[in-house]
């Protein structure tokens, strides 16, 4: 019965193993940055040197991790960039390098999430995958900030537009008099006059 007994500790053992070495394998690294800041993300994808990749392109996964969100590509041939959609060139880049690392430039609370590397290997060959995670941290404390600033610039502007507009409208209505009292005299019919007369005697 030890047999069993060590037989059993043993089995344990290796599932205990089994299960440190999977969790340490599926575990996603992730990248954390404070709101509107740069951040720089690595390409976890393994690489093998005997490859050369025609291409490298990021993606974002969205819902329950089976949409992907094609973000930008790049043909390491010729080196062009494709952006998906147009308008996010200019707040992504990739890098030069070989590490094929993601730039992201002002990032918002839309920017957190998972993110996909993918290297793309010729006919013949195995593409090579790599993900990891970015939170943005503070986006909403920087919204307030701004939303409170905003605030106190529209309330000046407020009351400048309404100072501005009972100047206008006191200037107009002085204005008007002032014509009134000009023109009334000229209207003002003259009053006849009218001498005293003796009475007249009647004969």
């Known amino acids: ?35 509107t800041e740069e951040v720089q993300l690595p390409c976890e994808a393994p690489r093998d040197p005997q490859v050369t990749y025609e291409a490298v392109s990021w993606h974002k996964i969205v819902g329950n ?9 790049k043909n390491l041939e010729n080196g062009v960039e494709y952006y998906y959609p147009t308008e996010l060139n200019g707040s992504l880049q990739l890098s030069s390098d070989t590490s094929y690392s993601l730039r992201i430039t002002n990032t918002t609370s839309h920017s957190s999430g998972t993110y996909g590397c993918i290297l793309w290997a010729p006919a013949g060959k195995h593409n ?4 990891i995670i970015l939170k943005v941290t503070g986006c909403s404390e920087r919204l307030d900030e701004k939303f409170k600033n905003y605030r106190a610039e529209l309330l000046l502007l407020s009351c400048l537009g309404i100072f501005y507009l009972l100047l206008i409208f006191f200037t107009c209505v002085s204005n008007i008099f002032y014509m009134f009292k000009c023109i009334t005299p000229n209207f003002i019919p ?14």
């Open 1 to 35: 019965s030890e047999r069993g007994l060590s037989l059993m500790i043993c089995l344990y053992l290796c599932l205990a193993v089994w299960c440190f070495i999977r969790g340490t394998a599926v575990a996603i690294p992730e990248v954390a940055v404070t709101c």
């Open 65 to 73: 991790g089976e949409e992907l969100a094609e973000m930008v590509q």
């Open 128 to 131: 090579q995958s790599g993900t």
């Open 190 to 203: 003259s009053m006849p006059t009218f001498k005293h007369r003796a009475p007249v005697k009647v004969m």
